[in-house]
């Protein structure tokens, strides 16, 4: 079996919670004997590949970028000639322009699409897209939702529901690094321990104004971990308002990561919009056993983060309910070592990789058979 994984973006060039679920997803299908390539754009000048852990990764350069969606006319060009060795293509949404790919390619192969998020940002231009959308979705054969919350809280996903199957993302725990006590002692010197840390892009989404908002005037210790498009605004509010109990560390290694888990308290993601649909970070919190706080935004975040037995779980854009809730996991050490306990139970019960990777064969195997 040959699968091909397509999204718009990869490692290294682009670090984000639907790129680490692509390579999570794609090693574990690897350790099956299931061949796996990615196909992706990049901002260079011809079309490259390489091997990331073991997997080729097609970049394909892409000089126009509209709307947060890149496009790649070489590509368009290639489509056909490309996908024509794999039996299956596994479509990552969203990404308008693969959707159009999907239009223009004359080779009929069976499509899975697993659906990250609705789009929310682009008001005016969903109105454009939605038909080319509905056209894409409408023939694909299979949909796979993250979590139960999102498919029923999407006006979309609900459409389709006959062709949607529910399969929690899940990270293979084994591969986490542990780090020395030497880099342990180099970020407890750089920020400290004990503080509530924030990983991933800074998007717009991810409501970081509202927890800097939160920690205003508090002793509460913050580390954001992660670059992104907020970051120049965010580092304006935290100067404006003088907040010095938050450090922006920028982006991180893996084993800088780890180290930054292991001092911390707990994980805050404060987004206040859908598009965070699931939160990889959420999952690598249970992973290190740290308590998260999240907002109820009515999707896989809750499913991930389920209040009172592997964090809490607050309304989204209000500061006081985040600062609450910061306070609550700083000063109630039986909740949090209760919470503790539930994050290593909640993550072997839905969220391990092979859990992952066992209903996607099945979902493969069963596409194949039809």
């Not at 223009?104 to 699409?113: A, D, G, H, Q």
């Not at 006590?181 to 407890?188: E, G, I, T, Y």
């Not at 109630?332 to 969220?351: I, M, P, R, S, V």
Request: charged share 20%.
């Amino acid at each position: 079996m040959n699968i091909l994984h397509i999204y718009k973006s990869y490692y290294p060039f682009t670090i984000g919670g639907i790129e680490m679920h692509i390579q999570s997803l794609t090693a574990s299908l690897r350790s099956k004997n299931i061949e796996c390539s990615i196909l992706t754009t990049q901002k260079a000048p011809e079309v490259f590949k390489c091997q990331i852990n073991n997997t080729p990764v097609f970049y394909y350069p892409s000089r126009i970028e509209f709307a947060s969606c890149p496009i790649s006319f070489k590509l368009l060009r290639d489509f056909n000639n490309l996908i024509k060795d794999y039996d299956i293509l596994h479509y990552h949404f969203p990404w308008p322009f693969a959707d159009f790919t999907r239009v223009l390619t004359s080779v009929n192969k069976p499509i899975v699409v697993t659906y990250h998020s609705d789009i929310l940002r682009q008001k005016y231009l969903k109105l454009f897209y939605y038909p080319l959308m509905r056209f894409f979705l409408n023939r694909s054969n299979i949909i796979i939702a993250s979590s139960q919350n999102y498919l029923q809280s999407s006006s979309v996903l609900k459409k389709y529901s006959s062709k949607v199957k529910v399969i929690p993302f899940g990270l293979d725990k084994s591969k986490y690094p542990i780090p020395e006590m030497d880099l342990l002692k180099f970020w407890k010197d750089k920020v400290g321990e004990n503080f509530f840390l924030f990983v991933g892009v800074l998007r717009y989404y991810k409501g970081l104004d509202f927890l800097l908002e939160a920690v205003k005037n508090t002793n509460i210790p913050v580390v954001i971990a992660g670059s992104g498009p907020e970051e120049t605004k965010l580092a304006k509010i935290k100067q404006e308002k003088n907040i010095n109990n938050v450090r922006f560390v920028g982006k991180i290694t893996d084993l800088d990561k780890a180290a930054l888990y292991q001092l911390s308290r707990a994980t805050v993601v404060p987004s206040h919009l859908r598009a965070e649909a699931f939160c990889i970070s959420l999952l690598e919190s249970l992973i290190y056993n740290r308590p998260a706080i999240s907002t109820e935004l009515n999707t896989g975040t809750s499913f991930v983060n389920q209040h009172n037995l592997s964090g809490l779980v607050v309304p989204p854009a209000n500061p006081e309910a985040l600062r609450q809730a910061m306070l609550v996991l700083l000063n109630n050490e039986t909740l949090y070592q209760q919470l503790k306990t539930g994050t290593a139970l909640h993550y072997h019960q839905y969220f391990s990789i092979n859990n992952m990777r066992d209903h996607h064969i099945q979902l493969y195997e069963g596409l194949l058979r039809r």
